[in-house]
């Protein structure tokens, strides 16, 4: 009886082991995230639940980052707070009352993850923490990223701090045409002030993709128990750019450099039209005139060669224009097709006005 007890035991315990490592890779499974995202026009490359709600780690560093950028001169000093001091989780160890600029505090935050940093630089902007998450919100749904909220600058743990795979694409997407930007992220190492030491911090960027990665230009890792493994990376080649995002992806190095080799391979940046090329000329209301209208920027977008011997290009515009019609007014809008699927569409303005 007691051997029989014992097998039963091992029985029962072996398919509760079975039933949680499902439950496990189940999990995993589910709420694993992946986009991949070129981003001159925005075009999604690749998507796995691009659009579940997730913890965003450290990666919430690139929205901190861009708001800085934009709110703030790069060579401003910033004086260290007692609240500064001490943060949990990664630190580039800042000591009250040291002085550093605010572009090296954004090396500290980018290549160090330095919460410390991101406490810092968000006191120095917004004056308190709750005014400066407050800005990076109303930045994020400025940007377009409406499905993401943000509680802190340096993504430690909080329920209501969370994003999507898409949303963190789209804002590093946007971040990436910021020169300042794209100069930290895309640095391997540097040096900066240390309070009264003799000698400086050396910051050795943690993001992987920048030393193994051909083209690679950032951006950023981030991890929490909660989070998983995160990583927002970059890559340029042959004059286009792409965004790879994984969120809780233990792999997240080999997967990002996947995307890259797949998706590399897979497009190319097709220039369709000139800026400024003449697209239509529309009637006046009460008027025997017409007036032209153009596109103010080069399209160039991401096709497959298939893609690109099957693209259609159509035109939303009205049949006449009012008669108090303004220069550079929008007015409609030119549209890339490949089958049912709008690929991309770009606005399309008035280029003189009616007096």
Known sequence: MKKFAILCLCVLFGFCFCKNTQQASAFNASYDAQIVMETRTGRILYEKNGDKTMYPASTTKILTAICVIENADLNETVTVTKESVGVEGSSIYLTEGEKLSVKELLYGLMLRSGNDAATALALHVGKTIASFVQLMNDTAEEIGATHSHFMNPHGLPDDDHYVTAKDLALITSYALKNRDFKEIVSTKKTEISNGDKPYKRV????????????????VKTGYTKKAGR???????????????????????????????EKY???????????????VDFIPVENSDRQCALYIKNDVFIPLTEEEYKKIEISYDLPDRLPSDIKKDEEVGKIQFMVGN?????????TINGIN
């Open 264 to 278: 590399f391979a897979e497009y190319s940046l097709y220039k369709l039209f000139e800026s400024d090329f003449i």
């Open 203 to 218: 910051l050795i960027n943690k993001n992987k993709m920048l030393f193994e990665c051909d083209g690679a230009t950032g």
């Open 341 to 349: 699927n709008l690929i991309f569409s770009e606005k399309i303005y």
């Open 230 to 260: 995160c990583l927002v990376s970059s890559c340029e080649r042959n004059n286009m750019e792409l965004v790879s995002v994984v969120l809780n992806c233990p792999p997240m190095f080999e997967t990002a450099k996947a995307h890259f």
